[in-house]
C-alpha cells in the first residue's frame, strides 16, 4: 500500500494544501525526504502566489493532483547541504523558483535549458525522480538538488525578491532570446498582474519604451508613476486601441484569461513580434491575417534555466528591480487567492512564511 503523505519521508513538514477543485487552502502534514548528497535544505522565509497556483488549485488545466502544496517563488536560508554541495554552504540566503529536477544529461539540460527537459519536474503538482510528489513552498522547507538552487543576491530583499523566481525570470528569459531588448524599441506588456509589472520594470532597464496595455483602467496612474511606464492603453477604449495600431515592436502577453489576439497582433508593427506566457485554461484563436500580412511573429517560453534564472537575479540587483508586492500572512492565503482571480492585487502577494505559518 502506498504511504501517506505525511510517513513516505522520514522528515515531518508543515504546509498549506488545496485538496480539490474548489482550491480552498488549508493546513496540511507531509514529509519531506533527507537532505541528500546533492541536496541543499531550505528553511522557508518567503514564497510569492503566482497566478499558476491559482490556475492549479482550482484545476484550470485538468491535471492537478491533490493534495497540492503551491508556492515556486521561495526565498529562504540553507539549513543542511549535502557533501557533494559546493555552490552553497549553510546560512546562505538561498531562492527556489518553478523546477527542481531535469535529467541533467539530455540535450536541452546540457544547454542550461533545464526548463525544457523532457524529464523536467515542477516544484509542486509534480512526480520527482524517486517517484514520490513534490510540494511546494507554502510550507516549512523545502530540499533540492544543488542545480536547481539560486544564489540570492545580497542586495535584493528576500520578500520583494522572491516574485523574481518566477515572475522575474518567465519575462527575462523571453526578451533575451527572441531580441526585445533594442534599446528605443517599443514594447507592449499585455496584463499587468505579477509577470506584467516584473516586465514594464525589466523593459525599462533595458531601455524600452513601455506601454502597459490592460483591462483595468485604475492600474493607469500607478503604472506610470510608480513602475515607470510610458504610457497606458487601456484596452476597452477602441479610440485609443485604434490610435495605436501599428505602433509597437514587441508585446509581451501576461494575461491569464481566454482573450482575443486580434486586437494585441494590430499593435505590433510589421515584423513584430508577440510573446505569449500567459496559460488560459483553453485555447486562443490565431487570426491569421494581421500575421501573414505584417509578417508577425507569435511564440511562447516557458520560465527560463537555472544559469539564466541567475543571470536575471544579478541584472534584477543590479538595476533595483524587485516586485510591488502585498505581504500576507498564511492564513489570509484563500482571501489572497479570491482577489488574485479578480486581478485585485498590487502587484503580487507574497506569503511571510516564517512568521504566520505556525503548526497546529
Ligand atoms: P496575474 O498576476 O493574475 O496577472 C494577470 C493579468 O492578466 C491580470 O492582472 C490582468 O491584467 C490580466 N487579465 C486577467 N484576466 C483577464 C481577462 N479576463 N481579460 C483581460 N485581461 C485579464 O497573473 P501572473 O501571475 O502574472 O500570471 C499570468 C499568466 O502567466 C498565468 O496564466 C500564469 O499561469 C502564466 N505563467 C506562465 C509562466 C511561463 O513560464 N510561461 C510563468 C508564470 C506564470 P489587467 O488588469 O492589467 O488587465
Ligand atoms: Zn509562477
Not at 16 to 24: F, Q
Not at 103 to 111: M, R, V
Not at 147 to 158: A, D, G, H, Q, T
Not at 217 to 226: F, G, H, R, T
Request: proline share 5%.
Amino acid at each position: 500500500m502506498a504511504k501517506s503523505p505525511e510517513t513516505e519521508h522520514p522528515n515531518k513538514v508543515f504546509g498549506w494544501a488545496a485538496r480539490d477543485k474548489s482550491g480552498l487552502l488549508s493546513p496540511f502534514n507531509f514529509s519531506r525526504r533527507d537532505n541528500g548528497e546533492n541536496d541543499v535544505t531550505v528553511k522557508i522565509l518567503f514564497c510569492g502566489v503566482c497566478h499558476t497556483d491559482l490556475h492549479t488549485i482550482k484545476n484550470d488545466w485538468g491535471y492537478s493532483y491533490y493534495p497540492v502544496v503551491p508556492g515556486h517563488e521561495i526565498v529562504g536560508i540553507a539549513t543542511k547541504v549535502g557533501k557533494n554541495v559546493t555552490k552553497f554552504k549553510e546560512g546562505d540566503r538561498v531562492g527556489v523558483g518553478v523546477i527542481t529536477g531535469s535529467c541533467q544529461s539530455c540535450e536541452s539540460c546540457d544547454q542550461d535549458l533545464e526548463n525544457y527537459c523532457p524529464q523536467m519536474s515542477f516544484t509542486y503538482n509534480a512526480i520527482a525522480s524517486d517517484g514520490t510528489k513534490n510540494y511546494g513552498g507554502y510550507s516549512e522547507n523545502i530540499v533540492v538538488d544543488q542545480r536547481f538552487v539560486l544564489r540570492f543576491p545580497e542586495s535584493l530583499p528576500s520578500d520583494s525578491g522572491a516574485p523574481l523566481l518566477c515572475a522575474g525570470i518567465t519575462v527575462y528569459s523571453p526578451m533575451k532570446y527572441y531580441g526585445m531588448t533594442e534599446a528605443g524599441k517599443h514594447l507592449g506588456v499585455a496584463g499587468l498582474g505579477g509577470l506584467g509589472h516584473v516586465a514594464v520594470k525589466i523593459g525599462k532597464a533595458f531601455g524600452l519604451k513601455v506601454t502597459v496595455i490592460s483591462s483595468s483602467p485604475a492600474k493607469e496612474e500607478e503604472a506610470i508613476s510608480q513602475l515607470g511606464a510610458d504610457s497606458f492603453l487601456v484596452t476597452t477604449d477602441p479610440q485609443k486601441m485604434k490610435a495605436a495600431i501599428g505602433t509597437m515592436d514587441y508585446i509581451i502577453d501576461t494575461i491569464s484569461a481566454v482573450h482575443a489576439l486580434y486586437p494585441l497582433l494590430g499593435l505590433l508593427k510589421v515584423n513584430g513580434k508577440l510573446i505569449a506566457l500567459g496559460l488560459p485554461a483553453k485555447p486562443l484563436e490565431l487570426p491569421m491575417f494581421p500575421l501573414v500580412l505584417g509578417r508577425k511573429m507569435v511564440g511562447g517560453s516557458d520560465i527560463g534555466g537555472m544559469k539564466e534564472t541567475q543571470e536575471m537575479l544579478d541584472f534584477c540587483a543590479k538595476h533595483n528591480i524587485t516586485a510591488d508586492i502585498e505581504l500576507i500572512k498564511m492564513d489570509e492565503i484563500n482571501t489572497a487567492m479570491e482577489r488574485l482571480a479578480k486581478s485585485d492585487v498590487k502587484y503580487r502577494f507574497v506569503i511571510d512564511v516564517a512568521n504566520s505559518l505556525s503548526p497546529p
